[in-house]
């Protein structure tokens, strides 16, 4: 196949439809997420030299927005659709800001990381942006959620915690210029603040649902029920590293779309509130008119069951009609248990 530096942009766009078709496919091939990146990146290469009109006509911002959305979405995946990689999440996250320099996720994101590398200045930047962005930004998909918008602000008050701590340590090099008058306070509020913060992000960091509700727990507690899941009960782990579902000790890896569709299904389906394909529209790959054929919605469907049947699942989603449309739901054959950071947020945006 032809480099994209070399496809014209009717050629290019050929190539995007290409490419969403094999994501509806939803077959686990890695360079995918990848090179449909490549080709958003290449669009646009191209038409930021155009002119106002030739991008109006080639459907300049279409491309970005698209070109920023599989970032956010995709690029912890764009070595592999099955592991999560921190490292190219950052550098897609980073990516994205070029185009959309305002993203209040992005921003949470990467404050988010920052943190986790105990890099507090950075991070405390990266949380102040995403609040103050969060004020007038448009695009309700990438705004922060209730939840984000907590911890924001609780991620926010740690990293400020830990440079004033930081700071206050330094200051200990200058004994000779102090007296003991003016010798600052002492740290043990700070490291009370600090301590009492991080457990709060420690406990609640997962959240974790089964048919009864939620609940918020510990990353530590979500590594506990994978080794010693209850009987007849499915579990669905979106760890840090990969999405796991396991039943009986048999565990597989699933991709982002089958792994939060299984959820979808398992939390907020019944036999009374099936879901249709429109209802799942958030894990269909679409141009900007496009409907959604029946048949992919359940070829999809039928994936979804095969790669829960590799791990012998029961039979747990059941097919109807409904509103005359195909429509699928969790039938309560097996318990379920489903754990997730509690900011993380799904393609379907509804909250769990």
Not at 34 to 57: A, F, N, Q, T
Not at 184 to 208: D, V
């Amino acid at each position: 196949m032809r480099r994209l530096s070399q496809m014209t942009i009717d050629e290019l766009y050929d190539r995007e439809e290409q490419l969403l078709e094999e994501l509806n496919s939803d077959e686990a091939k890695d360079w995918i997420y990848h090179e449909i990146v490549g080709v958003y990146e290449e669009i646009c290469r191209r038409l930021s030299r155009c002119s106002i009109e030739e991008r109006k006509e080639h459907g300049f911002e279409y491309v970005k927005k698209q070109l920023v959305k599989y970032l956010i979405r995709y690029g912890t995946y764009l070595k592999t659709q099955l592991k999560k990689d921190e490292r190219m999440a950052k550098t897609a996250f980073q990516k994205a800001l070029r185009y959309d320099s305002e993203n209040p996720v992005v921003h949470y994101r990467l404050g988010f990381l920052a943190y986790k590398e105990e890099e507090y200045a950075t991070a405390q930047r990266y949380f102040e942006k995403a609040l103050e962005y969060q004020k007038g930004y448009s695009n309700p998909e990438f705004c922060l959620n209730e939840r984000q918008l907590y911890y924001a602000h609780l991620y926010l008050a740690n990293s400020a915690l830990f440079v004033a701590e930081k700071t206050y340590r330094s200051l200990e090099k200058f004994p000779d210029y102090i007296s003991d008058q003016e010798k600052p306070a002492e740290l043990s509020f700070l490291h009370e603040w600090l301590q009492r913060n991080e457990a709060i992000l420690t406990m609640q960091a997962f959240t974790k649902r089964t048919s009864s509700g939620k609940e918020y727990c510990s990353k530590e507690q979500c590594e506990q029920v994978m080794m010693d899941p209850p009987k007849n009960t499915v579990v669905l782990y979106f760890s840090d590293h990969e999405n796991v579902v396991s039943y009986h000790g048999r565990k597989v890896c699933l991709p982002r779309d089958p792994a939060e569709m299984l959820c979808y299904f398992l939390v907020k389906t019944n036999e009374a509130r099936p879901a249709t394909k429109y209802d799942m529209e958030a894990f269909f790959q679409l141009r900007q008119d496009g409907d959604i054929p029946t048949n992919t919605f359940v070829q999809k469907i039928r994936r979804l069951r095969e790669r829960l049947r590799y791990v012998q699942v029961p039979a747990l989603i059941d097919s109807c009609q409904f509103r005359g449309e195909t429509a699928y739901y969790y039938n309560g054959s097996v318990d379920y248990i489903v754990m997730y950071r509690s900011d993380y947020t799904f393609l379907f945006r509804d909250e769990l």
